[in-house]
């Protein structure tokens, strides 16, 4: 037997599982600005092209829910919140890096 085995049910699977519990591709878009650095919520939806506040704002919960993210309460006049990752969203970075390689090699058109 190999270690994935052929017919596996994909709600036992731990790849459909992890891709369930990353979500979306504005999940992976917003990680990966965070990976690099905290930010704020205007500078993310500044940086995150064509994203609505209200997509980022559910994102943005979704992700601190699920433990990738942390928001944290800089300052309450004015409001100001940065977010950051986590040691589990910290763990993503390979497989992040890793994705973005092999779309510039295998997806991404040459023009």
């Given at each position: 037997m190999t270690k994935y085995e052929m017919g596996i049910d994909p709600n036992s699977c731990p790849i459909v599982s992890a891709i369930r519990e990353i979500g979306g591709e504005w999940n992976f878009i917003i990680i990966r600005y965070l990976l690099e650095n905290s930010m704020g919520f205007n500078e993310i939806l500044r940086n995150a092209k064509g994203i609505?506040?209200?997509?980022?704002?559910?994102?943005?919960?979704?992700?601190?829910?699920?433990?990738?993210?942390?928001?944290?309460?800089?300052?309450?006049q004015p409001f100001l919140v940065r977010y950051s990752i986590t040691e589990k969203g910290n763990a993503l970075r390979p497989i992040v890096n890793d994705l973005g390689n092999w779309g510039r090699i295998w997806i991404t058109d040459k023009k």
């Open positions: 609505s506040s209200r997509t980022l704002s559910a994102v943005l919960k979704d992700l601190a829910g699920k433990g990738i993210v942390k928001r944290e309460i800089i300052s309450t």
